[in-house]
T-cell receptor, first 116, second 114 residues
Framework: AQKITQTQPGMFVQEKEAVTLDCTYD???????LFWYKQPSSGEMIFLIY??????QNATEGRYSLNFQKARKSANLVISASQLGDSAMYFC?????????????FGEGTQLTVNP | GAGVSQSPRYKVAKRGQDVALRCDPI?????LFWYQQALGQGPEFLTY????????KSGLPSDRFFAERPEGSVSTLKIQRTQQEDSAVYLC????????????FGQGTRLTVV
């Protein structure tokens, strides 16, 4: 079974509008972390936001927020007030177990295009 | 710079050639990871180092792949007798300690085997 599922290969949004990128995960480990990364065409993976499995509140970082629904095993990324520079590939990733030394498992990604 | 640095950015190798990819992590980061990213897909784990110790190499696809980090800083991923299926972007990431310990990635090396 896929550990991270991103069902939207491509998404389009108008500049200044909000967009939600979906992510569901599968794990039996009670301790895990969920990450979102942005990968522009230059190739570098840029860390956006993190949600720990024990965190009570949804994570927020500027225009990014994570809609964490633990019972549904979903961790959707919400980008508010989209900008043209947000056009990129977005990856959801999970780390199981202890933070130190644990690998990330990535989804297939969602290509976001922001239209002017 | 203060980020993760990888070299070369691009590498074209003839099938059967050996290649070496370099990663210079963020200073002080104990953990170092290598990932392989095929075109249009998410990165997949190859191997993990804690300082100079290679603690997990379960993702290496064959014994043609070898990684080292002899002094606990710079790491090299070596691929022997390259094959066309090795064509991919190879990403290096490092992370520190702490509750989040997010991974910081380099820009990757795009390997094309012809």
């Amino acid at each position: 079974a896929q550990k991270i599922t991103q069902t939207q290969p491509g998404m389009f949004v108008q500049e200044k509008e909000a967009v939600t990128l979906d992510c569901t995960y599968d794990t039996s480990d009670p301790s895990y972390g969920l990450f979102w990364y942005k990968q522009p065409s230059s190739g570098e993976m840029i860390f956006l936001i993190y949600q720990g499995s024990y965190d009570q509140q949804n994570a927020t970082e500027g225009r990014y927020s994570l809609n964490f629904q633990k019972a549904r095993k979903s961790a959707n990324l919400v980008i508010s007030a989209s900008q043209l520079g947000d056009s990129a590939m977005y990856f959801c990733a999970m780390r199981e177990g202890l933070p130190s030394g644990s690998r990330l498992t990535f989804g297939e990604g969602t290509q976001l295009t922001v239209n002017p | 710079g203060a980020g993760v640095s990888q070299s070369p950015r691009y590498k074209v190798a003839k099938r059967g050639q050996d290649v070496a990819l370099r990663c210079d992590p963020i200073s002080g980061h104990v953990s170092l990871f290598w990932y392989q990213q095929a075109l249009g897909q998410g990165p997949e784990f190859l191997t993990y180092f804690q300082n100079e110790a290679q603690l997990d190499k379960s993702g290496l696809p064959s014994d043609r792949f070898f990684a080292e980090r002899p002094e606990g800083s710079v790491s090299t991923l070596k691929i022997q007798r390259t094959q066309q299926e090795d064509s991919a972007v190879y990403l290096c990431a490092s992370s520190g300690t702490g509750a989040v310990a997010e991974a910081f990635f380099g820009q990757g090396t795009r390997l094309t085997v012809v």
